[in-house]
């Protein structure tokens, strides 16, 4: 089982920044997938971000040119560098891990507010 650990949440002032962490239990080069997730009160979740294992990233259309998602296989950690934060991006933010399996982690929580 593959478990997935996020940390680097926390409070920030709006137009601050914060940089998430999610380590992996197993070889993130295993997966075809990382991505980051978030979920906010009365919302769906959103799709944040991904990156394939070839270094491939996406990002939402609201996160364009603020967030960063990146990987460092060595440390089997995906990480998402956060700039610009705004109130609206206050959720808990998720890692997902897909390959043979969907695996999630259990969240860390951004709250950006004055």
């Known amino acids: 089982q593959v478990q997935l650990v996020e940390s680097g949440g926390g409070l920030v002032q709006p137009g601050g920044s914060l940089r998430l962490s999610c380590v992996a239990s197993a070889n993130i080069f295993s997966f075809n997938y990382m991505v980051w997730y978030r979920h906010a009160p009365g919302k769906e979740r959103e799709l944040v971000a991904d990156?394939?294992?070839?270094?491939?990233?996406e990002y939402a259309d609201s996160v364009k040119g603020r967030f960063t998602i990146s990987r460092d296989n060595a440390k089997n950690t995906v990480y998402l560098q956060m700039n610009s934060l705004k109130p609206e991006d206050t959720a808990v933010y998720f890692c997902q891990a897909l390959g043979r399996g969907v695996y999630w982690g259990q969240g860390t929580q951004v709250t950006v507010s004055s």
């Open positions: 990156i394939t294992s070839g270094g491939t990233t």
